[in-house]
């Protein structure tokens, strides 16, 4: 596996601000993205009635989240262009450290090893669009205490955040997209 990859994009911030609806429209795009581990997860467990949910077991819901992603990053090691992830490994971290408990040693050594582009793009908190549903059970406090987690986090694992300003999804899209090129042409 690469030890960064200058092709993957993440896209973060905390629930209800738009990340998977921007992940699906680059996606229709003919993009490449990696869905969200989170909810992947959290249907899985309910199909197969695990108890590996936010609701029941953070440490064991953050563990399945952890081999989602790391797969979902394998996966992209073997496409050609730009690949975006609704959220990343990164993301797993901030999540234990907002429920306090203990980040394990695998998964503080995943997100040193397995890279992303030094920007990460995140999505503020958006009251307007917010809403919980049977997998997304935050409140919108919760919600914003989850932006700022991952801000911090982010910072403390040495990426650059950039802000994606709450626009139609189409100019989110193009945003992101001449944030890449505008990136690419520094090189």
């Not at 935050?138 to 694992?157: D, E, G, K, R, V």
Request: charged letters at 15%; aromatic letters at 10%.
């Amino acid at each position: 596996m690469p030890s960064q990859s200058a092709h993957f994009f993440v896209l973060t911030g905390g629930p209800g601000s738009g990340k998977t609806t921007l992940l699906n429209h680059l996606a229709h795009m003919g993009y490449h993205c990696m869905p969200e581990a989170g909810r992947a997860v959290i249907r899985q467990q309910r199909s197969c009635g695990g108890v590996a949910l936010p609701w029941n077991d953070k440490a064991a819901y953050a563990r399945l989240m952890h081999e989602h992603d790391m797969a979902a990053y394998q996966r992209a090691c073997n496409l050609d262009g730009p690949v975006f992830f609704d959220r990343s490994i990164v993301d797993i971290i901030a999540y234990l450290q907002l429920e306090h408990l203990p980040v394990p040693a695998s998964l503080q050594t995943a997100a040193s090893r397995c890279r992303y582009h030094t920007t990460a793009f995140i999505l503020p908190p958006w009251p307007r669009i917010y809403r919980s549903d049977g997998e997304r059970r935050q409140n919108l406090p919760t919600a914003i205490a989850t932006f700022h987690a991952m801000s911090a986090t982010y910072s403390q694992y040495g990426y650059t955040l950039m802000h994606v300003p709450r626009l139609p999804v189409a100019q989110r899209a193009a945003f992101i997209l001449n944030a890449i090129a505008h990136d690419r042409d520094k090189d």
